[in-house]
């Protein structure tokens, strides 16, 4: 599994950063990284500027199963991290519920 991290021109991303949400991304999805070709994170500040109030900043991850349509969640929260604690969750539940109807199909 592939894990491609991208942000915006306004929240800049130390290597330390993408190590650190690379390696978590890694680990959470982890039983899941035999069916996964690419998992791509996209980080953005949707209001623009640098401020840290309100839920400005939007976190946007975007898994590829092999021979599936790729699967999207987002959210939305004040840091980049609550972000990602946020949209994490939501795709292990997306991508359970994907894999579970493909492999209870009959004859499938």
Sequence with gaps: MQIQINSDNIINLGDASITAVSSTVNTRLERFAARLTRVEVHFADLDGRTSQSGNDKRYLIEARPAGHDAIAVSHE???VDAALSG????LITALERDFGR??????H
């Design 77 to 79: 929260a004040a840091t």
């Design 87 to 90: 949209a994490l969750p939501k």
């Design 102 to 107: 493909t492999s209870t199909r009959k004859g």
